[in-house]
């Protein structure tokens, strides 16, 4: 079973800056992806970024300029250091993770990732 672990979500200012850390303790497979999606109440979730094995990732185009994805030494903790927080930027972050490479996980599709964290509320007022 793999257990992915968020933290680092808050309160913040517009404008303010957050970093979350998504840890999976345990995770060893040598290809994957591993991403970051985000609910807002009402609202489909949506992918913000994707880092692979290879340390490759891929943005949504919305969020690229404000948003970076980047994992540990060990890969085994991925974070998502966020700028410029708007409001529209409230929401719960989930990390998701699976044991392979796919075109539609680097495009951020949801439904390629089988390992899902529990969320962390980020508010920005």
């Known amino acids: 079973h793999v257990q992915l672990v968020e933290s680092g979500g808050g309160s913040v200012q517009a404008g303010g800056s957050l970093r979350l850390s998504c840890a999976a303790p345990g995770y060893r497979y040598d290809t994957y992806c591993m991403g970051w999606f985000r609910q807002a109440p009402g609202k489909a979730r949506e992918g913000i970024a994707v880092?692979?094995?290879?340390?490759?990732?891929a943005y949504a185009e919305s969020m690229k300029d404000r948003f970076t994805i980047s994992q540990g030494n060990g890969k085994n903790v991925v974070y998502l250091q966020m700028s410029g927080l708007k409001s529209e930027d409230t929401a719960t972050y989930y990390c998701?993770?699976?044991?392979?490479?796919?075109?539609?996980?680097?495009?951020?599709?949801?439904?390629?990732?089988?390992?899902w964290g529990q969320g962390t509320q980020v508010t920005v007022s």
């Open positions: 998701a993770a699976n044991d392979y490479w796919s075109d539609d996980a680097m495009r951020g599709d949801e439904f390629e990732y089988k390992y």
């Open positions: 880092i692979d094995s290879d340390g490759d990732t």
